[in-house]
């Protein structure tokens, strides 16, 4: 019998697509659903299912979208649940209440968990019960960094489900380096940006303040007054980020060494003009994405000492890891590079074998698949537990992603 697995996310589901089809690649019968467009799924014969919630609260929403994922599991019957991001992971196990297995994977820890503003600490408490219900219906909670694992442990978030680490949501190594070789020279992109000569600082993000834009900005401006030829390139979107979003007038007055790219498809490309790749994010990260492709285009990184972050940059190794909120420490740890390129080429390049042996989307896959065939094979519901791990195990991230227990 062929591995049915509906893979449920939000609206930047998209980015699943790797994973989805590396699944596929290995004789499972792939579905998705999620709230974003269904072209690029599509485009390449992913069943996909649309539904609806709202990131930033309406409970209403949230009862549809319930509502919405309960009729499609029971429309399409798939073996197993395959959940990401935070609203997804609570509201397709109090959708499906047990009628399959559930593997909900944690990447990141999201605005509720990293915020100290009081509307964030308020909520607090409303979604460490709302993880616990949803822990109920939920056969295996993947992380994929151990501070998340700690977390979920220390406050009893787990249920009877499975604990299991594998870092990432993966990256296709091959695809990557083709899309590098294949992208548009640097010089005829820098021309298009009008760099010049200038250093570049790269960053890819949403423009949120909780992904700590506004350091950023504060940080480019130090930056700018000591070497006053760098120019810091934004990618991402910012209208679509609602009250989170950096106001355009706030990048606008750092113009020209700050400029605002918007969502852009060549990001491989972008990484062959950056000096240094900075990620000043406020968010408990799973591990981001964002980290794994400028440690494959081997640039050095800076970025916030947060979950996820520390598990691809070792200090004064491959990059630099700064306080959160922090300008003045993000702008120093950025000159500390931009000042000797020298050193900093060698750290970048040791991100590259880090990210092929550690993070590579063919490791990724076959311990989901493992996961995915043992839950089955036990014949496991919701309210028992497979083989679980113990919650004083420590991994550093050489271990992280050495088998499927934490």
């Known amino acids: 019998m062929t591995l049915h697995v509906l893979c ?8 699943r697509i790797p994973f989805l089809s590396a699944l596929r690649s290995r004789g499972i019968r792939v579905s998705a659903a999620g709230t974003g467009g269904a072209l690029p799924f599509s485009a390449i014969g992913i069943e996909y299912h649309g539904y609806n919630f709202d ?14 994922l309960s ?3 029971r429309s399409i019957r798939p073996d197993v649940v395959q959940t990401f991001d935070t609203k997804p992971n609570l509201l397709a196990p109090l959708a ?7 593997v909900r994977t944690i990447n990141g820890m999201g605005w509720v968990f990293s915020s100290t503003q009081l509307k964030a600490l308020a909520l607090r408490p409303v979604y460490l019960a709302l993880q ?12 994929q960094n151990t501070a998340d694992s700690r977390f979920f442990h220390r406050y009893r978030l787990l249920g009877n489900s499975q604990p299991v680490l594998i870092g990432s949501s993966g990256i296709d190594v091959g695809a990557f380096q083709a899309s590098q070789v294949q992208a548009s020279s640097t010089e005829k992109l820098s021309a298009e940006l009008a760099l010049g000569d200038s250093e570049v600082v790269l960053t890819v993000s949403r423009l949120t303040v909780q992904k700590g834009i506004p350091a950023l900005l504060e940080a480019a401006a130090i930056v ?11 990618v991402g979107p910012r209208e679509s980020e609602g009250p989170f979003a950096v106001d355009q007038a706030s990048i606008d007055r750092h113009a020209p060494y700050v400029m605002a790219l918007g969502v852009r498809s060549d990001v491989p490309a972008l990484l062959r003009l950056a000096d240094v790749f900075a990620c000043p994010t406020e968010y408990r990260e799973g591990v981001p994405r964002v980290l794994l492709e400028a440690g494959l285009a081997g640039v050095p990184i800076v970025t916030t000492r947060v979950p996820g972050c520390d598990d691809v940059v070792a200090e004064n190794w491959n990059g ?4 959160l909120r922090d300008p003045r420490a993000l702008a120093a740890a950025i000159l500390d590079l931009l000042q000797d390129p020298v050193r900093a080429g060698v750290m970048g390049k040791r991100s590259i074998a880090l990210v092929r042996r550690e993070f590579d989307l063919n490791v990724v896959t076959e311990r989901y698949v493992d996961l995915y065939r043992q839950l089955l094979a036990s014949g496991t519901s919701s309210d028992s537990q497979i083989g679980p791990t113990r919650p004083g195990r420590e991994h550093r991230t050489a ?5 499927n227990a934490s």
């Open 8 to 15: 449920v996310g939000g609206e930047d589901h998209s980015l």
């Open 55 to 68: 990131r930033f609260g309406a409970r209403i929403a949230d009862r549809l979208a319930i509502g919405q």
């Open 71 to 73: 009729d499609l599991v």
């Open 96 to 102: 499906i209440r047990g009628a399959v297995p559930v």
């Open 132 to 143: 616990r219900l949803a822990a109920r219906w939920t056969n295996a909670t993947v992380f």
């Open 224 to 234: 700018h007054a000591v070497r006053p030829g760098v120019r810091f390139l934004l």
């Open 320 to 323: 630099h890891l700064v306080p």
């Open 399 to 403: 271990h992280l992603h050495s088998g």
